[in-house]
């Protein structure tokens, strides 16, 4: 099946710092979603994009659909501490979503 | 996006018994999912939760384990039966939002199976 490789697995950063985390696949998606997930609740969607190269922001949060269709990444600028959790990338494609293994961020204050 | 809700949010259960999860949402929808997240893992599609229908479950997961009813455009049950301590996860589930690709969640229902 169709597989996501999301890297980095976690982060340590100071408040004020730029992050990056990208995911890859082998298989093209028509779709890519960015979500983060806090503990004891379940994922929230940050960001949709739905064409090959688009760019879309939702704050601090920037994140770009790969011109291949098969990858994405997100940034996030001048973190803070609430931006702590897990940040998953999910591909859809046909009717089903596959989601990367997760981005762990830790913000120091 | 809709209000999703899911009952049990947490329970613990012995092995060999069944448990059956809840997912309400506050609007129709035409898309609902359940997916398992194991400890420190992440997300993986159990089943698409058709109204009126059999569900379509993914690679893995089974009728006979983990049976799913949709009566209605706004509720789902998932049922995990016969359960081992390897059942332990987060059930989640999830709506098609306007745009069939975005998928907007509950808040996961968290099982520990002793």
């Known amino acids: 099946g169709q597989q996501l490789n999301q890297s980095p697995q976690s982060m340590f950063i100071q408040e004020g710092e730029d992050v990056s985390m990208n995911c890859t696949s082998s298989?093209?998606?028509?779709?890519w979603l960015w979500y983060k997930q806090e503990p004891g609740e379940g994922p929230v969607l940050l960001i949709a994009?739905?064409?090959?190269?688009e760019l879309t922001s939702n704050g601090r949060l920037t994140a770009q659909f790969g011109i291949t269709r098969k990858d994405s990444f997100l940034n996030i600028s001048a973190s803070i501490p609430s931006d702590v959790g897990i940040y998953f990338c999910?591909?859809?494609?046909?009717?089903?979503?596959?989601f990367g293994s997760g981005t762990r961020l830790q913000v120091q204050p | 996006s809709a209000v999703i809700s899911q009952k049990p949010s947490r329970d613990i259960c012995q092995r060999g018994t069944s448990l059956t999860i809840q997912c309400q949402v506050d609007?129709?929808?035409?898309?609902m999912f359940w997916y398992r997240q194991q400890p420190g893992q992440s997300l993986t599609l159990i089943a698409t939760?058709?109204?009126?229908?059999?569900?379509?479950?993914e690679s893995g997961f089974v009728i006979d384990k983990f049976p799913i009813s949709r009566p209605n455009l706004t509720f789902s049950t998932l049922t995990v039966s016969n359960m081992s301590p390897e059942d332990s996860s987060i059930y989640l589930c999830?709506?098609?939002?306007?745009?069939?690709?975005?998928?907007?969640f509950g808040p996961g229902t968290r099982l520990t199976v002793t």
């Open positions: 999830s709506v098609g939002g306007g745009v069939v690709s975005e998928q907007y």
């Open positions: 298989s093209i998606f028509n779709t």
């Open positions: 994009l739905y064409k090959a190269g």
């Open positions: 999910a591909g859809h494609v046909w009717r089903a979503l596959t």
């Open positions: 609007s129709q929808v035409t898309m």
């Open positions: 939760a058709n109204q009126g229908s059999e569900a379509t479950y």
